[in-house]
T-cell receptor, first 110, second 113 residues
Framework: SQQGEEDPQALSIQEGENATMNCSYK?????LQWYRQNSGRGLVHLIL?????REKHSGRLRVTLDTSKKSSSLLITASRAADTASYFC??????????FGTGTRLLVSP | DVKVTQSSRYLVKRTGEKVFLECVQD?????MFWYRQDPGLGLRLIYF???????EKGDIPEGYSVSREKKERFSLILESASTNQTSMYLC????????????FGEGSRLTVL
């Protein structure tokens, strides 16, 4: 079952611009997490936001969570070419497993 | 740092062959997972294990089995590989409790001819 759906599927920006990715989900969650995946590699955890939190920051990352709309957004500020990757949201509904969305492919051009 | 090691980065097998994908972690995590990743479908959970010798089906267990004889090792088995099992397979671990991140291996890209 696909819990999270990211939007857009692909995003192309210039270095220095901000990148915003959105995630919608269907059921109640304990927390929502964002992961990054470089091409052909495993996923790396970026940030976790709990269901009772509305916003969280980590370096150039800002995550928001709106549980009433069942949606989250990931903002990467001042993007760099090294940010080029796929980004996935994952929802934790409290049964040990995470359910991932289909991802957003981000391309940051120099 | 947590290290999750998948035995093979690339494999090519023939239809009908038995395939073993192994995953080893060094952080004493209780929970281990096998996902497959396909373009446009994201990551889909095949099986997970929350303890030695324990296993739970994920969303797409058909055609797969798993083994967890030791805490640090979680194996995915394709009893009779088929072409539709050509995919990227990702192993992940997670500590106990109901919060926390997943730690992923580098992935095993399997091609079934």
């Amino acid at each position: 079952s696909q819990q999270g759906e990211e939007d857009p599927q692909a995003l192309s920006i210039q270095e220095g611009e901000n990148a915003t990715m959105n995630c919608s989900y269907k059921t109640s969650i304990n927390n929502l997490q964002w992961y990054r995946q470089n091409s052909g590699r495993g996923l790396v955890h970026l940030i976790l936001i709990r269901s009772n939190e509305r916003e969280k920051h980590s370096g150039r990352l800002r995550v928001t969570l709106d549980t009433s709309k069942k949606s989250s957004s990931l903002l990467i500020t001042a993007s760099r070419a090294a940010d080029t990757a796929s980004y996935f949201c994952a929802t934790d509904t409290g049964f040990q497993k995470l359910v991932f969305g289909t991802g957003t492919r981000l391309l940051v051009s120099p | 740092d947590v290290k999750v090691t998948q035995s093979s980065r690339y494999l090519v097998k023939r239809t009908g062959e038995k395939v073993f994908l192994e995953c080893v972690q060094d952080m004493d995590h209780e929970n281990m997972f096998w996902y497959r990743q396909d373009p446009g479908l994201g990551l889909r959970l095949i099986y997970f294990s929350y303890d030695v010798k324990m296993k739970e089906k994920g969303d797409i267990p058909e055609g797969y089995s798993v083994s967890r004889e030791k805490k640090e090792r979680f194996s995915l088995i394709l009893e009779s590989a088929s072409t539709n099992q050509t995919s990227m397979y990702l192993c992940a671990t997670r500590g106990g409790g109901d919060t926390g991140e997943l730690f992923f291996g580098e992935g095993s890209r399997l091609t079934v001819l």
